[in-house]
């Protein structure tokens, strides 16, 4: 699906990976609505936006409440038109060991991660459905693939995004909507100061996934890693044993020292 002239949501969209793509879909020419909790700096992502599309609209919001997806939905088809692309990318992060992770943290991790993304796609799938013609993106993580020391949950989270994200393109074959999934490798966005994950390997701009999430809506791609290297990874990790898996985990932080 070309952008230009789409109406285009996208969550998380004050910083990191969502601002960079509300605003790459604007220089292709998309309307975008910006979607995210912090008023002041969605409004500086809209200006951005608006500064090289001329339409935009932001929206405030706390995609975790259960209300949120049908007034999302419903302010930009009001003020932008109906919806041809979603791209779910809103999340938190959470990195503590599983033993001392209670069930509310889990819970929590899970509505923001999970269950907003299905909750917008099913808002708006019925409209997409329709009109024969819609993409859902959905942003999910390496870490949903290759498990991560004190990254249960937030691996679990992730994992069931691309697992739902997978089922349900395969339920709308043929009816006119696309689903796909990008996962993000170690990206330099807001996230690494909200825990105290550590990584010694490089991390990648934001833009990086930006520019895979418009590739997957122009060219219909069903899954992508990005950066791509980190997609290798994922596909070993199951028929690898113990002393691989740790030199495999040394291997990762190797290539990121020398990308």
Known sequence: MSLDGTVAIVTGASSGIGAATAEAFARKGASVAC??????????TLARCTKV?????????????????ERIVAETVHRLGPVDVVVNNAGIPLHRDAAETSVADIERIMAVNFFAAVRLTMAVLPSMIERGRGVVINVTSVAGYLPNPQEAAYGASKAALSLWSHGLSVDLHNRGVHVGVVSPG????????LSDLK????????????DAI????????VHVTSPRRFGL????YPVTGRGFRWGLRR????VGDQA
């Open 35 to 44: 979607v995210a909790r912090r008023a002041d700096r969605l409004a500086e």
């Open 53 to 69: 599309a001329g339409a935009g609209h932001a929206i405030t919001a706390d995609v975790a409440d259960e209300d949120a997806a």
């Open 186 to 193: 170690p990206i330099e966005t807001e996230i690494w100061g």
């Open 199 to 210: 990584y010694g390997g490089k991390r990648f701009p934001a833009a990086t996934v930006a």
């Open 214 to 221: 418009v590739g997957a809506v122009e060219h219909g791609r």
């Open 233 to 236: 990874f994922p596909a070993i």
């Open 251 to 254: 291997f990762a932080r190797a």
